[in-house]
């Protein structure tokens, strides 16, 4: 199986917070890899500098046949191409509030990659058909809750047809009862053979659906491997007492 996603040596700071400390990440096509760790341990700055939204100090990044090197500065053009190889499904929902829904998921082609109005309609209704939400394509954000308000983000990020799917808690936002909806939705993405990087506290999700799981702390990855070797048979004493403190809390 091919890597279409390769990270090596990534570095970034904030001020005197040395947030990643050197990450190597190796992603098959049609894989689905887990990030998991305590808060504040770089796993987000991770996500979001695979999309550019972040622009590391050191290290390189490829998407296919696309690769940045961070530690030459690159130009604007070259994070621009760097960051349409990806999608990125947020926390927060991040939708436009003005837009309808279906607006919202037409954007991106047609305001980014200038594509035609009436074929990326198309394709956008197609989208919310296939993340449940074929009858909201008129409504608001304010109108839907907060499961199909992430339901459409993911179709969103899909509609600029990414190599790349990245999710960023997606779920840790939500009610408990809506979460089921939109891992329902990615479960199918990773059957369709998406290639997927998600950062999550859904241990079950890891479990089931991850190809390999990464263990951060500290800004490094302290362990990685199949779900059953690092959630059920971990060896790093950092991540056994994470594991435990995620399933006994008290």
């Known amino acids: 199986m091919t890597d279409l996603l390769e990270v090596a040596g990534l570095h970034k700071s904030f001020g005197a917070n040395h947030v990643l400390r050197g990450i190597d990440l190796t992603v098959p096509a ?21 999309n550019a939204l972040e622009i590391a100090d050191q290290g390189t990044v490829r ?31 991040n939708l436009f509030p003005h837009l309808s829904v279906l607006r919202n998921v037409m954007e991106g082609p047609l305001v980014v990659q200038k594509r035609p109005a009436a074929e990326v ?66 479960k199918d993405l990773a059957a369709e053979g998406w290639t997927m990087v998600v950062v999550t506290h859904e241990m079950r999700f890891a479990r089931r659906v991850a190809d390999q799981v990464l263990f951060m702390d500290g800004g490094v990855v302290v362990e990685h491997g199949t779900p059953a070797q690092v959630l059920d048979q971990p060896e790093q004493e950092r991540t056994q007492r994470f594991l435990h403190r995620l399933n006994d809390p008290i």
């Open 30 to 50: 049609g894989s689905v890899t887990v990030l998991v760790g305590p808060s504040g341990s770089g796993k987000t700055t991770v996500l979001r500098s695979l």
């Open 121 to 186: 309609r198309a394709e956008a209704l197609t989208l919310l058909e296939r993340v449940g939400l074929a009858d909201k394509a008129e409504q608001y954000p304010y109108q839907l809750s907060g499961g199909q308000q992430q339901r459409v983000g993911i179709a969103r990020a899909l509609a600029i047809k990414p190599r790349l799917m990245l999710f960023d808690e997606p779920t840790s936002a939500l009610d408990p009862e809506l979460v089921g909806e939109v891992l329902a939705v990615m």
């Open 63 to 93: 998407i296919g046949d696309v690769s940045v090197d961070f530690g030459t500065k690159p130009d604007r053009r070259a994070l621009r191409t760097l960051r349409a190889q990806s999608g990125m499904v947020f926390q927060s929902h």
